[in-house]
């Protein structure tokens, strides 16, 4: 529907590319994680994927292609609730993913990298996901904040954190 190529990356994040007016420009990317925390509601993460999917369907839909390419990503275990380690899918693709922590367990005594391969996932391909600046224009980020309680109870701000993701040089 909103004209992507898809694809499932080795640590889990859902990558989706909306080529720009000739294939192989480098892209702007945007998303967020797809995973969130307990009291943090259903949008904490997904809003920011969401949006993004929404912007490049919309430019699908009116056949209009950029200057570059739209690289969307939900990014996998950011929050970090299953093995006690955050921001797996970005730092895969930033290229400072940490392998020892594919050695970690949850409180089922599985380890990570068991509970990739179970997945259907190939954690010695993790390295692949990074990603070179060469290729990247930007990389933006809509999600929600969570913060201190507001007067009448609202406990989360909405923001636009741009620069959210390290690339790799």
Same mark, same amino acid.
């Given at each position: !529907?909103?004209?992507?190529?898809?694809?499932?990356?080795?640590?889990?994040?859902?990558?989706?590319?909306?080529?720009?007016?000739?294939?192989?420009?480098?892209?702007?990317? +945007?998303?967020?994680?797809?995973?969130?925390?307990? %009291?943090?509601?259903?949008?904490?993460?997904?809003?920011?994927?969401? #949006? &993004?999917?929404?912007?490049? &369907?919309?430019?699908?839909?009116?056949?209009?292609? +950029?200057?570059?390419?739209?690289?969307?990503?939900?990014?996998? %275990? !950011?929050?970090?609730?299953?093995?006690?380690? #955050? +921001?797996?899918?970005?730092?895969?693709?930033?290229? #400072?993913?940490?392998?020892? =922590? /594919?050695?970690?367990? %949850?409180?089922?005594?599985?380890?990570?990298?068991?509970?990739?391969?179970?997945?259907?996932?190939?954690? %010695?391909?993790?390295?692949?996901?990074?990603?070179?600046?060469? !290729? /990247?224009?930007?990389?933006?980020?809509?999600?929600?904040?969570?913060?201190?309680?507001?007067?009448?109870?609202?406990? =989360?701000?909405?923001? +636009?954190?741009?620069?959210? /993701?390290?690339?790799?040089?």
């Amino acid at each position: !529907e909103a004209g992507m190529s898809a694809h499932l990356d080795a640590i889990g994040n859902v990558c989706g590319r909306y080529e720009g007016e000739r294939p192989g420009l480098p892209a702007l990317v +945007l998303g967020s994680h797809y995973d969130t925390v307990r %009291d943090a509601g259903r949008w904490d993460g997904p809003l920011g994927v969401i #949006t &993004a999917i929404a912007c490049v &369907a919309d430019l699908n839909r009116r056949g209009r292609r +950029l200057p570059f390419a739209i690289e969307i990503v939900g990014f996998a %275990d !950011e929050e970090g609730v299953r093995f006690a380690s #955050t +921001l797996l899918g970005s730092r895969a693709v930033a290229g #400072t993913f940490d392998e020892s =922590v /594919l050695n970690s367990r %949850d409180r089922a005594g599985i380890s990570m990298r068991d509970a990739l391969i179970a997945f259907g996932l190939d954690p %010695d391909q993790i390295g692949k996901a990074a990603r070179a600046r060469r !290729e /990247l224009l930007e990389r933006g980020r809509t999600g929600v904040r969570h913060g201190a309680a507001h007067p009448g109870g609202d406990v =989360v701000q909405q923001v +636009l954190h741009a620069g959210a /993701l390290g690339v790799q040089d």
